[in-house]
Nanobody, 120 residues
Framework: QVRLVESGGGLVQAGGSLRLSCAASGNIFSINAMGWYRQAPGKQRELVARITSGGSTNYADSVKGRFTIAGDNAKKTVYLQMNSLKPEDTAVYYC??????????????WGQGTQVTVSS
């Protein structure tokens, strides 16, 4: 079983910054992709940013230029640097990591979510 622990959420004023971290533990052989999703009240969960093991990234248009995703495979950790935060960024943020266990079985695991609240 893969366990993801998120940290870094909180309350910040518009224009401020936060850095989210998500660390994975378990019998992980390799990580293929890591991503961040968010869900605002009354809204569907949406992709915020994603990074593959090869370093390819993609971002939601709403965060492009403001957010940066980075992964550290050695630490089995994914980060989301969020700058120039807007009230519209307020949501619960979830990390997701997919990869392979020792033995070859694939997995996809979600974090518990961390609240990000941006005040105007």
């Amino acid at each position: 079983q893969v366990r993801l622990v998120e940290s870094g959420g909180g309350l910040v004023q518009a224009g401020g910054s936060l850095r989210l971290s998500c660390a994975a533990s378990g019998n992980i052989f390799s990580i293929n992709a890591m991503g961040w999703y968010r869900q605002a009240p009354g809204k569907q969960r949406e992709l915020v940013a994603r990074i593959t093991s090869g370093g390819s990234t993609n971002y939601a248009d709403s965060v492009k230029g403001r957010f940066t995703i980075a992964g550290d495979n050695a630490k089995k950790t994914v980060y989301l640097q969020m700058n120039s935060l807007k009230p519209e960024d307020t949501a619960v943020y979830y990390c997701q990591i997919g990869g392979t266990y020792y033995g070859g079985t694939t997995f996809g695991s979600w974090g518990q979510g961390t609240q990000v609240t941006v005040s105007s």
